[in-house]
């Protein structure tokens, strides 16, 4: 299992999807399409809070057919920062760098995302919460009702050793 760092952006428009912007060329994108099932660690230091959530990766790039998720795709891209969306014209993640001097990069603000943006969308189907403080432990499992609406019910359990 490989480490992967994501800013968290938000939540997809009222639900409890995390939204997650990334770049086409990291490999962790190829991994999702062929795996995608991640698990996201998010830990608060002031309440000592630990919140582990799994669930299943929708990348949502610019060869996507669905024209809702491109909708999603061409949202975020505009609610980025323009420096923000200059990096995704940087050149590839991890090569070396031939020029010392780096590119000087130019973008129409109007102009929709660029190929190397894309959306992930986990939508989360199990959490592990602990509280390092007082060691409480609950998990939360994502759940279907009868008329095929996701709801959640929860667990408490003990911390593991």
Known sequence: MRVICWVFRGFQDN??????NSDTRSRKIEELK????SEICWYFTESWDQFRINGRVDVIDGSNSDPEKLQIREKSWFGCSMKARLQYLDPEQGCPSVNEQPKEFSLDPCAGPVDAFCVLILDPDQVDYLNLKSNQKLKFMSRLSDNGEKYWASLKTSPEC
């Open 15 to 20: 639900t409890d999807k995390i939204q997650i």
């Open 34 to 37: 062929s795996c995608p099932f």
